[in-house]
C-alpha cells in the first residue's frame, strides 16, 4: 500500500469556485501523457510561473494539473526508491546524493525532486535526535509530516515576497519519504536562519528579515536570540531562508515552526521537536510564542521568560480548552472526520482525543 499527500491541493482551498483533482496516482489525469509528465522539468520554475499569474479558472487549472503531475512523478521514483531502500549502492537504480543535512536519512536526487527519508538520526552514543535514547522512526514520520503542515501555514500567510517549494509526503512499505522540487540556491545563497545546527546563524539581508517579521505577527511568533549568538529569529532557529540565483526569496525547513508543548512526560524530552501546537491555538494567544521553545536553539540569557510562557500556554490549553470542546460535544457529538475537523478548528491537537473524552460527562 502507498499514500501520497502534498500541500498543492490546499492552496485554492478558500476558492469555493475551484476544486482541484486529487493527488493520488491512481485518478492521476489521463489528458497528461506519461512520457510528458515523466520528461525532465523545472517543477520549481513552472510553480512560481503559475502563482506569479492573476487569480483566474485557468490559473487554478494550471495549477492542479501541476499538482497532479509532481505527486505522480514523486510517487512513481518514491517507490523505487524505498523499494531498494536495502539494496548494495551498485545495484540500485537511483544512487543516494551527498547533499548535507542533519536530520533524517539518506536522501536522493533525480527528476530536479529532492527525496528524504524521515528516519531517526543517532547524533551520539547513545543519543538519538527524536527517540532520545532509542531510535524512534515513528517520531520522524511525525516531524515530516509537521513540515507539510508548516508549509501550508506559511504559504496561507499571503507573505508576497516569500517563495516555498512543491512538496509531498510518500508513504509505502511502512517508510516515508518527504519531496520537494529542488530550488535555484547555492552553498552562499543563505541569509536567514542556520543550515549547520546553530554553528552560524545567518540574518544578513534586511529586507528577508522584515518579511520573517510579517510572519511572526501573522502567526503570532516571538522574535528570539539563537543560542548564544547577538541574532534574533522568527522561527525556529533552523529554518532557512535564501536568496535564489532567480533573484527570489525562498523559505526551507519548516518543521518546527509552530511552538512546541511543554512535555509532561519527562523520559521524552524530544517530543518538543514533533509534539507542537496547532496554528489556531498559537494564534489565537494573548501573547507571542517561541518556536525554539525548551531547545538548546533557544540563548540562555532569554529561554527562562520563553518557556514560562509556554508551559502557560499549555497549561491552558489542557485547563480551557479541552474542556470547553469536551462539553461542546456533550451536547452535539461527532466522529469521524468531521470530529477531526471540529477539533482542529478549536486548536487542539488530535493526540488529545483523550483527554477530551476524559472531560466529557457522556463519553
Known amino acids: 500500500m502507498y499514500h501520497v499527500s502534498g500541500y498543492v491541493s490546499s492552496l485554492t482551498s478558500e476558492r469555493s469556485d475551484v476544486t482541484l483533482s486529487s493527488s493520488s496516482v491512481s485518478e492521476y489525469s489521463s489528458a497528461s501523457s506519461s512520457e510528458e509528465v515523466l520528461g525532465t522539468r523545472d517543477w520549481n520554475s513552472e510553480f512560481q510561473e503559475i502563482l506569479s499569474a492573476a487569480d483566474s479558472w485557468e490559473k487554478f487549472s494550471a495549477l492542479s494539473k501541476l499538482a497532479s503531475d509532481y505527486n505522480y512523478v514523486a510517487e512513481l521514483y518514491g517507490r523505487i526508491i524505498i523499494s531498494e531502500m536495502y539494496l548494495p549502492h551498485d545495484h540500485k537504480t537511483i544512487l543516494p546524493s551527498n547533499v548535507g543535512g542533519i536530520a533524517g536519512g539518506q536522501k536522493f536526487q533525480v527528476q530536479n525532486i529532492m527525496f528524504k527519508f524521515a528516519m531517526d538520526v543517532q547524533l551520539r552514543k547513545n543519543y538519538w535526535l527524536y527517540g532520545y535514547d532509542r531510535c524512534n522512526n515513528e517520531k520522524a514520520m511525525k516531524s515530516a509530516s509537521n513540515e507539510l503542515k508548516g508549509l501550508t501555514c506559511l504559504f496561507h500567510c499571503h507573505v508576497k515576497k516569500l517563495y516555498f517549494p512543491l512538496m509531498a509526503l510518500i508513504h509505502y512499505r511502512g517508510f516515508c519519504l518527504l519531496t520537494s522540487s529542488l530550488l535555484p540556491l547555492d552553498d552562499n545563497s543563505l541569509c536567514y536562519g542556520s543550515k549547520d545546527g546553530g554553528l552560524t546563524v545567518m540574518k544578513s539581508n534586511s529586507d528577508f528579515a522584515a518579511q520573517m517579521d510579517v510572519i511572526g505577527e501573522r502567526l503570532n511568533l516571538a522574535p528570539h536570540f539563537i543560542s548564544n549568538s547577538n541574532v534574533t529569529i522568527t522561527g525556529p532557529g533552523d529554518i532557512e531562508g535564501h536568496v535564489g540565483r532567480d533573484g527570489r526569496f525562498y523559505l526551507l ?41 525548551f531547545s538548546q536553539w533557544l ?65
Open 253 to 293: 525547513d519548516f518543521g518546527r515552526l509552530m511552538p512546541p508543548q511543554l512535555p509532561l512526560n519527562k523520559t521524552e524530552p524530544a517530543q518538543i521537536f514533533y509534539n507542537l501546537f496547532r496554528p489556531l491555538f498559537v494564534q489565537a494567544y494573548p501573547k507571542p510564542l517561541c518556536s525554539d521553545g
Open 299 to 363: 540563548s540562555s540569557a532569554h529561554s527562562e521568560e520563553h518557556n514560562k510562557e509556554l508551559t502557560t500556554a499549555t497549561q491552558m490549553l489542557y485547563a480551557n480548552n479541552l474542556l470547553d470542546v469536551a462539553k461542546q460535544l456533550d451536547k452535539c457529538p461527532l466522529s469521524g472526520h468531521d470530529l477531526v475537523v471540529f477539533i482542529h478548528s478549536k486548536g487542539i491537537n488530535c493526540r488529545h482525543l483523550g483527554l477530551v473524552r476524559g472531560r466529557m460527562e457522556n463519553p
